[in-house]
């Protein structure tokens, strides 16, 4: 599985997250925002040489498999399966949790939940004659397990808890999910 990664230079990366921290130190609204520590976080990374893995690009150049499933998936580091629910417009959002039933109109997310863009996937329709809608997805909630995590890399790299890390991993076989019909 070949990925996309996000690239800059170091110096220009390191004048990135200054003029970024000036830019939260100067604007109240600015520090509330949730996207603020993933963006200090990034820039942190890209300034001392890490890679960061363009997540939406991968998922668009890998595509789907045979059966119109997604050929990788995401999901957080301490779940057992990954749920994957694929949206009439061509995204797609990844969860340890089931996210649909049949009466929502709209999905459910929780925290670690990572949603992929419109347009990054041409669902297989049930009925190539109708109109490509949520009921019209050929198997529109999917799972699979999420892989174990190797000893040595728990041992060497992981410092937190897991819950704080993603994976993204070439799927090898999908599950379709009947979607909840009854009340509970």
């Not at 100067?26 to 890679?51: I, P, T």
């Not at 049930?126 to 040595?152: E, F, G, M, Y």
Request: aromatic share 8%; with cysteine; glycine share 4%.
């Amino acid at each position: 599985m070949q990925v996309e990664e996000l690239s800059l230079p170091r110096r220009q990366a390191e004048e990135e997250f200054k003029t970024l921290k000036e830019a939260f130190k100067r604007n109240a609204k600015l520090r509330k925002e949730e996207v603020r520590k993933d963006l200090l976080a990034v820039y942190g990374h890209l300034r001392h040489g890490k890679k960061i893995v363009d997540i939406y690009e991968s998922f668009r150049k890998a595509g789907l498999n045979e059966d119109g499933d997604p050929r990788l998936a995401i999901c957080r580091a301490d779940a057992k399966e990954c749920f994957c629910l694929k949206v009439e417009d061509g995204s797609a959002i990844f969860s340890m949790k089931r996210l649909v039933r049949a009466w929502d109109p709209v999905p459910r997310k929780s925290y670690g939940d990572v949603k992929i863009p419109s347009g990054t996937f041409q669902w297989k329709l049930k009925d190539s004659t109708q109109p490509v809608s949520r009921w019209n997805v050929l198997n529109p909630s999917i799972k699979c397990l999420v892989p174990t995590i190797p000893a040595k890399i728990l041992v060497e790299e992981v410092r937190v808890l897991l819950r704080n890390f993603h994976i993204l991993w070439e799927v090898e076989e999908w599950k379709p999910v009947p979607l909840k019909t009854r009340f509970c």
